[in-house]
């Protein structure tokens, strides 16, 4: 399957630590990429491969996999990380997937 | 400072051709693979398809038989054309830098530098 399966919505409350989880089989093969968006605005890569943050990106901001599911972990959570996330990766044919979307909402 | 800037018509009707051009500011244009992501309203990202130097384009099996991504190095853009739209075509598009490769092999930093995005709306 080419699917990417994220959890339509999450919640965290202020400074605690949550963790956004991306399921699929490709992920057994390849790395995933975590992508920020907030209303309006392009997304921001926010972490990549085994666990690289671009430039800028807080370090609050960690990404791991096992098997079938990638993870980004967001330890600290502010008011400012409330946003959709999203999961990238490849397919067996290697064409681009990405996960439906997890909405974050920061209480 | 790498940059992308998206031109195209944003209105269009059922049956007419989408087209899009995105320029791109960097110096690395042929080292770097180029792609093209959409966003309907209200939904999430669409990986629409890729282009690059050293190996052609790559597109989605959704897609496919719709759809050309092509490169032109001496101007450093990169196009996109959706033929036969629909109002399922109606989406922000956007262009964004995809991985550094050198020959067939390729880094694996994801869509770093996008383009601003372009509200393309498909309606009769």
């Known amino acids: 399957s080419s699917e990417l399966t994220q959890d339509p919505a999450v919640s965290v409350a202020l400074g605690q630590t949550v963790r956004i989880t991306c399921q699929g089989d490709?992920?057994?093969?390849?790395?995933t990429s975590w992508f920020q968006q907030k209303p309006g605005q392009a997304p921001l890569l926010v972490n990549f491969g085994k666990n690289n943050r671009p430039s800028g990106i807080p370090g609050r901001f960690s990404g791991s996999s096992s098997g079938n599911t990638a993870s980004l972990t967001i330890t600290g959570a502010q008011a400012e990380d409330e946003a959709d996330y999203y999961c990238y990766s490849r397919d067996r044919s290697e064409k681009g997937v990405f996960g439906g979307g997890t909405k974050l909402t920061v209480l | 400072q790498v940059q992308l800037q998206q031109w195209g018509a944003r209105l269009l009707k059922p049956s007419e051709t989408l087209s899009l051009i995105c320029t791109v500011h960097d110096e690395s244009f042929t080292s770097y693979q180029w792609t093209w992501i959409r966003q309907p309203p209200g939904t999430g990202l669409q990986w629409i398809g890729e282009?690059?130097?050293?190996?052609?384009?790559r597109y989605s099996p959704s897609l496919q038989s719709r759809v050309t991504i092509s490169m032109d190095t001496s101007s450093n853009q990169f196009s996109l054309r959706l033929r036969s739209v629909t109002d399922a075509d109606t989406a922000v598009y956007y262009c964004a830098r995809g991985r550094y490769c050198s020959g067939n092999r390729c880094n694996v930093r994801d869509f770093d530098y996008w383009g601003q995005g372009a509200l393309v709306t498909v309606s009769s």
């Open positions: 282009v690059y130097h050293g190996a052609g384009a």
């Open positions: 490709s992920l057994r093969n390849y790395y």
